[in-house]
């Protein structure tokens, strides 16, 4: 009996182990629930925060701009000549009094230097002897006829008191216009002092006077250069293949060194009527807006001549691009370590931009650098 119970107590503890490891087997079979993966999406790159690829990747909001009809053209910045006056001395004298320096905001009439100038107080002593000799002849004239008419004096003596009245007043006509052509201006005069007084608004922006200089009327640079630092021109020495685009009026944009990014809109007011010889280029001068005083006189610029202000197109620069056969496409972040793969059509391209027509819409944001690794992480299906 006691061989027989302890087979069956074997049997049994043999039945419940292998029942145990058949439960812990169907167990470990049962599926558990897992976090659904991300959907694969064709052209579209996901890296996790800290990925070390991102560290090569900047992205930017890109805006829409005028579409240009060629690719800037070297320029230089220059006064407005409409808006600037050079203010030379018009007498031979010295300077005795010299207010105004460069960078001085001045207004019109604003006193810029006071010159001692003795030829000018000759021509006042000339202009007042003559006007005194007139009024002397006048009088002897006014008793001539009163004497002629009582038939004291004869007539020759009143013949020669008119004619001595009109050479006195050719005098006096003479002085009067030497001293208008040594003060042409009509600068205000105290004796044989002259004040040079500014003819416009703007800022003092050359000064070659010094004080006790002499100055004369044939120096070669003027004293004074004012000008409206608001009113600037950009001068384009245009080759003559671009002639035919470029009209009086149209609309151009201009970008310096010191903005980078910024861009100054005008138009072109003059295009020259000929060509440089030696040059072979065409002198075409554009008004900008400068209102705050960002553009300087002689600042090189690039210079783009546009078709129509209302045609616009997204401006990026070139190494956004990713060229794929006849196809350009550009990487977008759609957000964070996201980016979608785009093909884009090209409006117009240049030397440093292009011009998106179709595939970038304003204000998103385009890979402006690391665009090749992007397409080549995607090309290895990372």
């Not at 059509?345 to 690794?373: F, M």
Request: charged share 25%; aromatic share 4%; proline share 8%.
């Amino acid at each position: 009996m006691s061989v027989t119970r302890t087979l069956v107590i074997c049997a049994a503890a043999a039945a419940s182990f292998a029942a145990g490891v058949l439960w812990t087997r169907m167990h470990d079979t049962v599926p558990q629930p897992k976090e659904a993966a991300p959907a694969h999406e064709a052209g579209v790159l996901r890296f996790p925060a800290g990925s070390p690829q991102l560290a090569f990747v900047v992205a930017s909001t890109v805006a829409s701009e005028p579409v240009p009809l060629a690719e800037p053209l070297n320029a230089r910045v220059v006064y407005g000549e409409s808006y600037t006056a050079r203010v030379s001395s018009p007498v031979a004298g010295r300077i005795v009094a010299l207010p105004a320096q460069v960078g001085d905001v001045v207004r019109a009439g604003a006193p810029l230097v006071t010159i001692d100038a003795p030829d000018l107080g000759a021509a006042q002593a000339d202009l007042a002897k003559a006007r005194a000799d007139e009024t002397r002849k006048e009088l002897a004239l006014r008793r001539a006829r009163e004497l002629f008419g009582g038939e004291v004096l004869p007539k020759k003596d009143l013949e020669s008191a008119e004619a001595d009245l009109a050479l006195s007043k050719a005098e006096s006509a003479r002085a009067a216009l030497r001293l208008a052509n040594l003060n042409p201006r009509r600068a205000p005069l105290d004796g044989q002092h002259m004040l040079l007084a500014s003819p416009l608004a703007g800022v003092i922006a050359e000064r070659r006077a010094n004080p006790g200089m002499e100055v004369r009327p044939d120096l070669p640079d003027p004293l004074f250069v004012v000008t409206d630092l608001a009113h600037l021109q950009v001068v384009v020495d245009l080759p003559e293949h671009y002639l035919p685009k470029v009209r009086v009026g149209q609309p151009v944009s201009a970008e310096v060194d010191a903005w980078p990014g910024k861009r100054f809109s005008g138009r072109v007011e003059r295009i020259a009527p000929g060509v440089d010889p030696a040059t072979r280029r065409v002198q075409v001068r554009c008004t900008v807006v400068n209102p705050e005083g960002e553009l300087r006189p002689d600042m090189y610029a690039r210079v783009t001549l546009l078709a129509d202000e209302n045609r616009r197109a997204v401006r990026v620069p070139n190494s956004s691009l990713v060229t794929e056969g006849l196809y350009s496409y550009v990487f977008v972040e759609r957000e964070p370590g996201v980016f979608v793969k785009r093909k884009v059509a090209l409006a117009v391209q240049d030397r440093e931009y292009s011009y998106v027509s179709e595939g970038l819409a304003e204000n998103e944001k385009a890979v402006t650098r690391g665009a090749l690794l992007l397409n080549s992480e995607l090309a290895s299906g990372g």
